[in-house]
């Protein structure tokens, strides 16, 4: 089956840090992978996507790359700013039908 | 920037009510969905549609129903709101070949 597993927050870090929040998946096929962002009150918006192995996808300083061979997406920059503070999902979409698989969520706290 | 509305952005209502969050998207897209976002964050799909005249249960079962008229309208009802129905609720739509889901700003509903 498809499933998506990404690392428990909070993540609290300071500004100026570095971030990676983990993302491993399970898939049938070749999915395309994803990490959305969901600020506080709002619904989710597309901040980066890969759509084939090797493929590395960036948006906003932030960056993820598509490996296959440890199946993992993870999502990483280099110096994080209060306004990144929000909640990132993993997620991978299998081509038959177009059907999302989400992670379950990471909240990321960034401090002053 | 996607085009996709919610109505109302937050709802509180008293048990027993009829209630019908809104849906609409100006993109065309011919598959919309509706997830649910418990207070953990994590997302439950309740329902699909891949075009007019065309509605699926998600894998979250829930008690609500949609219907498709209108390429561009994908209501969510409730007959008999609950307060087991209380949490935000993301509605998405995707192009029919491609794979990117763009979100609405998701209805907050609160049943008393």
């Known amino acids: 089956g498809n499933s998506v597993t990404q690392m428990e927050g909070p993540v609290t870090l300071s500004e100026e840090a570095f971030l990676t929040i983990n993302c491993t998946y399970t898939?049938?096929?070749?999915?395309?992978l994803f990490w959305y962002v969901q600020y506080p009150g709002e619904g989710l918006q597309l901040l980066l996507k890969?759509?084939?192995?090797?493929d590395k996808g960036s948006n906003k300083g932030f960056e993820a790359t598509y490996r296959k061979e440890t199946t993992s997406f993870h999502l990483e920059k280099g110096s994080v700013q209060v306004s990144d503070s929000a909640v990132y999902f993993c997620?991978?979409?299998?081509?038959?039908?177009?059907?999302?698989?989400f992670g379950s969520g990471t909240k990321l706290n960034v401090k002053p | 920037e996607a085009d996709i509305y919610q109505t109302p952005r937050y709802l509180v209502i008293g048990t027993g009510k009829k209630i019908t969050l809104e849906c609409s998207q100006t993109?065309?897209?011919?598959?919309m969905y509706w997830y649910q976002q418990d207070p953990g964050m994590e997302l439950h799909l309740i329902h699909y549609?891949?075009?007019?005249?065309?509605?699926e249960k998600g894998d979250l079962s829930s008690e609500s129903t949609v219907s498709r008229i209108r390429t561009e309208h994908f209501p969510l009802t409730l007959e008999s709101a609950r307060p087991s129905h209380t949490s935000q609720y993301l509605c998405?739509?995707?192009?029919?070949?491609?794979?990117?889901?763009?979100f609405g700003a998701g209805t907050r509903l609160s049943v008393l």
């Open positions: 998405a739509s995707s192009e029919s070949a491609g794979n990117i889901q763009y």
């Open positions: 997620a991978l979409s299998a081509r038959i039908f177009n059907k999302f698989y």
């Open positions: 549609s891949y075009g007019v005249n065309s509605t």
């Open positions: 993109m065309g897209h011919d598959k």
């Open positions: 898939a049938t096929g070749y999915p395309s």
């Open positions: 890969a759509t084939k192995a090797d």
